[in-house]
């Protein structure tokens, strides 16, 4: 095997086309039998190894500065780097992220998650470059939907100016998660058809020059075009049609389902039996209750930025939905600001995404949505502790962010029936911004009566009347709040009040003051971080009073592939460490 041996991208050199042509094969299927054990991307990957393998090839990494967008087209360029081991032995494949990481490699110089930015970051490098006056290439990589983000097309008139060396490549494989929407791609699939020629040109518009290759899975090809434009002193684009899930017949089938997966069988693509979940999800329950509400009324709309999942809403859904859904690519400064103005002009906007890209647009949560009261409705998926725990991708710093906006209600749901209930009311209602945290744990069911109306903002709801000690917990965090509660009494013979809030963005002042009647201590329980957050709210009421709070949460600093049970023990988030803490605290 050829990839065993590389000791990095300088051996690539002593190869020829044919023993290169073997190693990319060699990575495919390591990266395939990689995929099929441990859960990450696969698409984009297969679907990019020939060019990583010419990159290397041609240019002298990590002298010659290669930027990765969105980087979850890296597993072949880490493999390249000194890094396959990780995905050769199944003992190893946690030995990197999933993502480029400059801690693994001086080869890797930023770490980064999310998209578009990648013309920028190399730009910021050539121009320091040339400002210190050394003399080597610098190469952005951009594709797989990153050229719908905003920042990308600020990135090209950025680089249209340079009068330097400055390669963008562009990775066209026809799809972003799911496929591309937006008239720029329009204009790649006239540059795809006429092979290089169109009438509009998005790059030499930008006052780029612009070459293209047809076959962009072809070593030899790459390698050509590549070395044509190393050593330039002008800022050009390198436009390569790429085929995403190369190599293994059910991506090359099913791209969007193959962008990302779960371990699965590798003969027949299926998910292995013990990471299926057939039953209920909040993406579902999403996707059914927009269904039924878009038919009965022409004013709902979704939208997504790039990531249709988060609404639940699969190609079938998308097309049932017809002209009342909208992807407006990965671009979610647009897709709020979008919302703002078709609330505006009467219609009922519902814009899903993962909280981790929603904090992309808060100025547009601000500014267009908040200021203006525009009454929007925005679900924020993965806004927990057990959401995605990638560095680039924690979505729980979200309560600081959003909750601290002006005129914005933000709602944290239980459970199904009072996440259905909010959403209800926030579609119907005009007179807020509403965000909702969905729950990021198993779907689960209220023991209380939920209420429907949500327009008296601020107000929590006491489920279980007690005294001595108030447990408040939000959203996700209400069932262990449940669980603390049912410790509490079995050990203390104390039966504490629980609540829970619904709102994390207002505090009921009245009812905070009336426990102050017959409560010694408020305990909250925070699914995030507790600087700025929801708990700091409760605090802060409380600081000039003798009433006892204790908060239970995260310390602020980034999380990096985290255990959940291990992360919940580290911050005393457990029953069991809960309950010894109000032990202590009132002395029982």
């Not at 597993?75 to 990197?96: C, F, S, W």
């Not at 990135?155 to 963008?168: C, K, M, P, Q, T």
């Not at 609330?343 to 992309?360: D, E, H, I, M, Y």
């Not at 909702?436 to 689960?444: G, Q």
Request: glycine content about 8%.
């Amino acid at each position: 095997m050829y990839i065993e041996n590389l000791k990095g991208p300088e051996d690539l050199k002593n190869l020829g086309i044919k023993e290169l042509e073997s190693l990319a094969e060699e990575m495919r299927q390591a990266l395939i039998i990689r995929a099929s054990k441990h859960k990450g991307h696969v698409g984009p990957d297969l679907g990019f190894i020939e060019a990583s393998i010419a990159l290397h090839y041609v240019f002298n990494s990590p002298l010659d500065k290669i930027v990765y967008d969105v980087s979850h087209q890296t597993y072949p360029h880490k493999m390249l780097t000194g890094r396959q081991d990780a995905y050769l032995y199944e003992e190893k494949y946690d030995d990197v992220s999933a993502y480029s990481n400059p801690k693994e490699s001086d080869h890797d110089f930023f770490e980064i998650g999310h998209t578009s930015t990648s013309i920028d970051l190399a730009a910021g490098m050539a121009k320091a470059r040339d400002l210190k006056g050394d003399k080597y290439n610098v190469i952005a990589v951009i594709g797989d939907g990153s050229l719908s983000g905003g920042e990308a097309l600020e990135g090209l008139n950025i680089a249209g100016e340079f009068d330097s060396n400055f390669i963008i490549l562009v990775n066209d494989n026809q799809m972003s998660i799911a496929e591309n929407h937006g008239g720029l791609y329009k204009n790649l699939q006239a540059l795809r058809e006429g092979n290089g020629k169109a009438s509009t040109n998005l790059f030499t518009a930008m006052g780029l020059d612009y070459c293209y290759l047809e076959d962009g899975n072809n070593i030899e090809k790459l390698i050509e075009v590549l070395t044509k434009v190393k050593d330039r002193d002008k800022p050009v684009v390198v436009h390569i049609n790429t085929l995403k899930g190369k190599g293994y017949k059910p991506a090359e089938d099913n791209k969007e389902r193959w962008h990302w997966s779960l371990p699965f069988d590798l003969q027949t693509g299926e998910v292995k039996a013990e990471y299926r979940s057939e039953g209920e999800s909040y993406q579902r329950i999403t996707a059914q209750y927009l269904l039924k509400k878009m038919e009965a009324d022409k004013n709902v709309i979704a939208i997504a930025a790039g990531v249709p999942s988060a609404l639940g809403f699969t190609r079938s859904v998308r097309e049932k939905a017809g002209k009342q859904y909208v992807d407006v690519g990965i671009a979610e400064q647009s897709a709020v600001a979008l919302a703002s103005g078709i609330a505006a002009n009467g219609g009922k906007p519902v814009f899903g995404t993962s909280s981790t890209f929603l904090q992309r647009a808060y100025d547009q949560l601000a500014q267009d949505v908040a200021i203006n009261k525009s009454p929007v409705t925005i679900l924020a998926t993965d806004a927990s502790i057990f959401g995605m725990n990638d560095v680039t991708h924690v979505g729980f710093y979200d309560l600081a962010m959003i909750a601290n906006i002006p005129e914005i209600v933000y709602l944290a749901p239980s459970g199904k029936e009072e996440y259905l209930a909010m959403l209800e009311w926030s579609i119907e209602q005009q007179d807020h911004p509403v965000v909702i945290r969905v729950p990021a744990a198993d779907v689960t069911y209220a023991d209380y009566e939920v209420r429907k109306n949500y327009g008296d903002i601020g107000r929590f709801q006491v489920t279980k009347e007690g005294k001595a000690v108030a447990i408040i917990a939000p959203g996700t965090f209400y069932n262990l709040g449940k669980n603390v509660a049912e410790l509490l009494e079995k050990e203390a013979d104390i039966a504490p009040t629980i609540v829970n809030p619904g709102f994390v963005s207002h505090i009921d002042k009245a009812l905070l003051e009336d426990l102050e009647s017959n409560h010694e201590l408020v305990v909250v329980l925070e699914d995030g971080v507790l600087e700025g957050g929801f708990s700091s709210k409760i605090s802060q009421f409380y600081s000039l009073s003798n009433m006892k709070v204790k908060a239970f949460g995260l310390n602020k600093k980034f999380y990096d592939r985290y255990d959940y049970d291990e992360i919940m023990v580290q911050h005393s988030l457990t029953p069991r460490q809960i309950v010894d803490d109000i032990k202590i605290i009132l002395n029982v």
